[in-house]
């Protein structure tokens, strides 16, 4: 059993930062740069992402789970903590499609909020958690090296080879989507009895009421936004959906030898509560907008993964 156990957790070591350099390689792949140029020049759209995702969330969060003390163990609290510190997943951007929002009003936030987490996280998670062990120039050189690097690969090889871009990001999502799949069967496989005791807990509760805070805020920032962004609920589906790849490799790198996996397994379970509650949202939003365009829907489409047929 003990061998197992070591074995899953040898591969979340490895699931973790594959998942973070593969997707970031995919998302690069499939964003022009001109979606970055757009995005930047609209300094209202930037300004409330940014404020939403780095300011009321990280802030008003972490009140929330001081507050809750009593309901979540410390190291269960911290975890969410570094969840809500972290920005600019790459899921979005097929949530974003499923929700049939723009891509460039996906893709473009995205980056710029992912740039905010390189610089944020170092400088505020060691803050809000003092004992917590975070290297701020450790973890911005993991940041760098794993996901911003791999995103600007991305870029610069759809621009050399434009035609086999769209090719090898699939390949690039496909290597991401496996190593998603592996990377929460042995973080929850690792600790499973932790998983239960906190599946039976208000814990759930305390996930769900973040996701619907990061929600309704991400709302507010859309609807005061500039003119690049279009859908007013985009910005609700980035804020909620929280960059678990860089919270992983934080929390990883900042956990000493006593932690017990709680911080890890709190991470993964906001990141599967707001999974559960999102997808369900995008694929009606998306559903209904479709409709109203007047487009011919099929599962392809919902789901995101083909474009969508006009009558």
């Known amino acids: 059993m003990h061998t197992f156990e070591s074995l899953l957790g040898m591969l979340i070591t490895i699931s973790v930062p594959t998942f973070a350099i593969a997707s970031m390689l995919s998302m690069g792949l499939r964003t022009p740069l001109r979606a970055f140029r757009n995005q930047l020049r609209d300094r209202r759209t930037v300004f409330a992402v940014l404020g939403a995702n780095f300011v009321v969330v990280p802030a008003v969060g972490t009140v929330l789970i001081w507050l809750l003390n009593g309901l979540l163990t410390h190291q269960t609290g911290e975890g969410f903590v570094i969840a809500l510190c972290a920005a600019g997943a790459p899921f979005v951007l097929q949530l974003g499609a499923m929700a049939r929002i723009p891509y460039s009003e996906t893709a473009g936030p995205m980056a710029v909020l992912l740039l905010g987490s390189i610089l944020f996280m170092p400088l505020v998670v060691p803050f809000l958690l003092q004992d917590v062990t975070v290297h701020g120039w450790a973890v911005a050189q993991l940041l760098l090296g794993t996901m911003l690097s791999p995103m600007i690969a991305g870029i610069v090889i759809a621009a050399v080879w434009p035609g ?49 805070l990061a929600f309704v805020t991400g709302r507010v920032a859309g609807d005061l936004a500039g003119d690049t962004l279009t859908v007013p609920d985009g ?27 709680s911080i890890v397994v709190a991470i993964l379970l906001l990141s599967a509560v707001g999974f559960v509650m999102l997808v369900p949202y995008a694929l009606i939003s998306g559903l209904l907008r479709r409709r109203r365009a007047g487009e011919r829907i099929s599962l392809g489409v919902l789901l995101g993964v083909v474009g969508p047929k006009s009558d």
């Open 235 to 261: 910005p609700a589906i980035l804020t909620s959906q929280r960059n678990i790849a860089a919270a992983l490799l934080v929390a990883r790198t900042g956990t000493g030898p006593d932690d017990d996996g």
């Open 164 to 212: 086999q871009a769209d090719r090898f990001a699939r390949i690039a999502g496909s290597v991401a989507a496996v190593s998603a799949v592996l990377m929460f069967l042995s973080g929850f496989g690792a600790n499973s009895g932790l998983v239960m005791d906190l599946l039976l807990s208000p814990v759930m509760l305390v996930a769900a009421g973040l996701v619907a």
